[in-house]
């Protein structure tokens, strides 16, 4: 039977299990057919787990049959995709070959399942599970303290991805500043990390033709702080790492924290990591001010986007979707132009298509639009030195001929 554990949000029923026998099931289908997301993640084996008292456990899609095969490592000598390729029927006599020493071993894991009794997890037996409810009261008890007052944006409600507001105002209110978190999915070994970095949305209105317009609430990130931009050596230049200082920059990007069972000195560490990002917020505001009358010309953004096209796969759809945004020929506008089409654009679905706030898309966006905020220094001393920032100068070596001819 499942072990009844105490459910709470996060939590999964473990059952522990130690297989004497492994056969595994080709999934049969249609090589013609376009396959959606859902397919893709089951892949093309699962496997049938069973015990020395007859009972079976089914293990199906990517993720949890590469966990089986990952605790398999040791005994066969080979990785988890070398496994994956090899055709059915030697995988097959490997899995019984590996079987024998599995039982000689009596090697156990565990087995997750969510309410409805489903494999949600394969572990080792030395995992521990916490909840996102004991995750969750950590970091707003270190809210409470570091800022003085948990508050959360209006019509979120996600298991286990949070932002909490932060006291720092910037001029004439443009944007308020935030921490997000995101609290795992607490079904691998030592629980998937924590993640907590700076994001900063829009609450100033715009104007437009005489129009006002409300604040879009566009959501942009810190996830790091580029010392290159594209061709371009930033620390040779004013950059954001001298107008913050070096600790103030590495204190707004994104942390990351492994769960151990010490869970006061994981509260030690959350409390630490925020009180820093805190105080570096309250420093950003000086750049996020000074971007608003930062000149950028939509000839440059366009050479700026047409570098993370290259770079970064941008699709150019996006792209135009950015440029239509664009209402103010600034660093600040540029930013709040990638923000909102991260917020509120319009994404192609495809077959095989993760929802939109799982996408690395999305998460791209994000981050570009911190990152065009946080570039604010260095583009202004590039116009100083250099004039017009043109595709040539962010990637050296591309030539006029090659995009007229692309």
């Known amino acids: 039977m499942v072990e009844d554990l105490a459910r709470e949000e996060g939590m999964y029923y473990e059952k522990m299990f130690s297989p004497v026998s492994i056969k595994l099931v ?3 289908r249609d090589p013609e057919q376009k396959r959606s997301w859902d397919e893709a993640r089951k892949g093309e084996i699962s496997l049938i787990l069973e015990d020395q008292n007859g009972e079976k456990l089914k293990v199906e899609g990517n993720r949890l049959v590469g966990r089986v ?3 398999l490592k040791s005994y066969t000598g080979l990785g988890i995709s ?3 390729e090899m055709p059915a029927e030697e995988l097959q006599q490997l899995l019984d070959k590996t079987c024998v020493k599995v039982r000689n071993e009596k090697k156990q894991f565990k087995a997750l399942f969510d309410e409805n ?3 949600s997890g394969i572990v080792s037996t030395i995992h521990k599970q916490i909840s996102w409810k004991k995750v969750r009261e950590i970091v707003e008890k270190a809210v409470q303290e570091v800022c003085g007052q948990v508050v959360q944006p209006e019509g979120t409600d996600h298991p286990f991805r949070w932002s909490y507001h932060v006291p720092v105002e910037a001029e004439n209110q443009s944007v308020s500043a935030w921490v997000g978190v995101h609290a795992g999915n607490n079904i691998i070994n030592g629980r998937s990390g924590v993640h907590i970095w700076s994001r900063w949305r829009t609450e100033r209105a715009e104007s437009e033709g005489g129009i006002q317009r409300p604040a879009c609430l566009n959501w942009c ?3 790091m702080a580029p010392l290159q931009f594209f061709g371009i050596d930033t620390r040779r230049m004013d950059n954001i790492y001298k107008v913050l200082g070096a600790e103030n920059v590495e204190n707004l990007k994104l942390a990351q924290f492994h769960i151990s069972p010490d869970m006061e000195e994981f509260a030690k560490e959350v409390k630490g990591q925020l009180k820093g990002m805190v105080k570096s917020m309250k420093k950003m505001k000086v ?3 000074e971007s608003i009358h930062s000149p950028l010309s939509r000839k440059e953004m366009e050479a700026i ?3 993370y096209r290259r770079k ?5 759809y996006v792209i135009e979707q950015i440029l239509d945004q664009v209402r103010a020929e600034t660093v600040w506008g540029f930013s709040q132009a990638v923000s909102w089409v991260r917020t509120h654009g319009e994404f192609k679905e495809f077959k095989i298509c993760k929802p939109v706030e799982d996408r690395d898309l999305t998460r791209k966006l994000e981050n570009m639009a911190g990152e065009v905020l946080s570039l604010t220094p260095t583009i202004n001393d590039l116009h100083r030195k250099v004039g017009e920032i043109t595709l040539e100068k962010l990637l050296p070596g591309e030539s006029v001929e090659v995009l007229v001819r692309r």
């Open 117 to 119: 009794g489903k494999l």
């Open 221 to 223: 990130g810190m996830w």
């Open 69 to 71: 095969l990952g605790y």
């Open 26 to 28: 080709k999934v049969k």
């Open 305 to 307: 986007l047409e570098a």
């Open 287 to 289: 750049v996020i001010d």
């Open 82 to 84: 070398d496994m994956k």
């Open 312 to 316: 970064l796969n941008l699709p150019k």
